[in-house]
């Protein structure tokens, strides 16, 4: 089977060092918010071209505190994308804010900022693109946007560790960013771990307090908060991987080359990447209107694919009091029909590639 994603390669290739620094932990006593997590904060803060870099215990409780972090109260209104995972909308919601979906540029995936203004409201307070599968969203004009109507700008970075927009890295841009460690992550670590990343003091302050329930100093507890923080065997971990995370994303963007190259079917529609960012390819995904066959056929060939996202956000039961419609957001239920995701990690081999992209050519559209 070639499989879609291989954490489990990542592993093998850095085995000995990390199970060193993993046994290092074991054998230190300090588990939670040590000196791997302080290192860590500070690496990746450099990486990321940014002041301040919080761990927190998930990508999902990044968005979540930093979204607090950046002001936003019960009521404000949060404008994001539909076409993303559950945990952008979510944790909007889950704050007591209001999810505000605008629809997607249809060869990107990503908000169509175009289409941003007429949904800004009196109680818009904050904008949340999604770099989607690794592709930076246009930061120029939401950076325009969010300055002509005084609003903050928090980026979904889970699936852009280490993509560009111009000079700057994806999560330095916006007045935050939000990202994920999962395993399966271009910087995956081996459970659930996030990270928040911002130049502003105050904002950096805030999300510190938050993540471990409030608390200014020991038992002093400013505000209510969340108990969310990386933990010291993530942090080694990920100090480990950050090193690999600039070659392994050019072995991503080779390998989504030679897709480009060697997928010659017709019906298909490969990633459109805008040349004026760096797309990081955490997922490579086409467009076919045989979605399902084509998956199928794959899947009769040992090759996995998988759906990203089969159900926009607006429709998911989930979020139904928020009362959208079908066929409000017209182009992310469309790429909701049509999109496939292929095999995509740094260590796919060219051969692999190759295959994968003959099975795709070798499908048959009419009678597959
Ligand atoms: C776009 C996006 N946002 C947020 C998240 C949430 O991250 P986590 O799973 O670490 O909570 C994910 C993770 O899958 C994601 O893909």
């Known amino acids: 089977m070639i499989p879609l994603v291989d954490p489990r390669a990542e592993y093998e290739s850095l085995k000995s060092e990390l199970d060193k620094v993993i046994l290092g932990v074991a054998g230190?006593?300090?588990?939670?918010?040590?000196?791997?997590?302080?290192?860590?904060?500070?690496?990746?803060?450099?990486?990321?071209?940014?002041?301040?870099?919080?761990?927190?215990g998930s990508g999902t409780d990044a968005l979540r505190i930093a979204l607090l972090?950046?002001?936003?109260?019960?009521?404000?209104?949060?404008?994001?994308?539909?076409?993303?995972?559950?945990?952008?909308?979510?944790?909007?919601?889950?704050?007591?804010?209001?999810p505000v979906f605008v629809d997607i540029d249809p060869e990107t995936f990503n908000i169509d900022a175009h289409k941003i203004e007429h949904k800004i409201s009196s109680k818009t307070k904050a904008l949340l693109p999604v770099h989607l599968f690794g592709q930076p969203c246009e930061m120029d004009m939401i950076g325009d946007l969010a300055d002509e109507y005084g609003l903050k700008v928090l980026e979904d970075?889970?699936?852009?560790?280490?993509?560009?927009?111009?000079?700057?890295?994806?999560?330095?841009?916006?007045?935050?960013?939000?990202?994920?460690?999962?395993?399966?992550?271009?910087?995956?670590c081996m459970g659930d771990g996030g990270m928040i990343t911002t130049n502003d003091d105050e904002t950096a302050n805030m999300a510190r307090m938050l993540r471990?329930?409030?608390?200014?100093?020991?038992?002093?507890?400013?505000?209510?908060?969340?108990?969310?923080?990386?933990?010291?065997?993530?942090?080694?971990?990920?100090?480990?991987?950050?090193?690999?995370?600039?070659?392994?994303?050019?072995?991503?963007?080779?390998?989504?080359?030679?897709?480009?190259?060697?997928?010659?079917?017709?019906?298909?529609?490969?990633?459109?990447?805008?040349?004026?960012?760096?797309?990081?390819?955490?997922?490579?995904?086409?467009?076919?209107?045989?979605?399902?066959?084509?998956?199928?056929?794959?899947?009769k060939n040992d090759i996995s694919s998988s759906v990203n996202y089969p159900t926009p956000l607006h429709l998911q039961k989930a979020f139904s009091y928020l009362g959208y419609e079908k066929n409000s957001l017209r182009e992310a239920e469309q790429a909701s029909s049509e999109v496939l995701s292929l095999p995509m990690h740094p260590h796919l081999s060219t051969q692999q590639v190759q295959t994968v992209a003959d099975c795709v050519n070798s499908f048959d559209p009419y009678n597959g």
């Open 157 to 188: 970075c889970a699936q852009a560790a280490g993509a560009g927009f111009g000079a700057k890295k994806t999560g330095s841009i916006g007045h935050a960013g939000a990202f994920s460690f999962f395993p399966t992550k271009n910087l995956g």
């Open 212 to 299: 471990v329930h409030g608390a200014a100093s020991k038992y002093d507890h400013e505000m209510l908060g969340y108990n969310s923080r990386l933990d010291e065997v993530q942090a080694a971990v990920l100090r480990v991987k950050l090193k690999m995370l600039d070659g392994w994303i050019n072995l991503r963007i080779q390998a989504a080359k030679l897709y480009d190259e060697h997928i010659t079917a017709e019906h298909v529609t490969k990633p459109a990447v805008d040349n004026g960012s760096k797309h990081a390819f955490n997922i490579y995904t086409i467009t076919t209107g045989k979605r399902d066959r084509l998956a199928a056929h794959l899947k």
């Open 28 to 56: 230190s006593g300090q588990y939670v918010l040590g000196a791997n997590v302080e290192a860590f904060e500070k690496e990746f803060a450099a990486y990321i071209g940014v002041e301040h870099a919080i761990g927190t």
């Open 69 to 98: 972090s950046l002001g936003v109260k019960t009521g404000d209104e949060v404008i994001t994308s539909p076409f993303s995972f559950v945990a952008t909308a979510d944790s909007i919601a889950q704050i007591g804010a209001i």
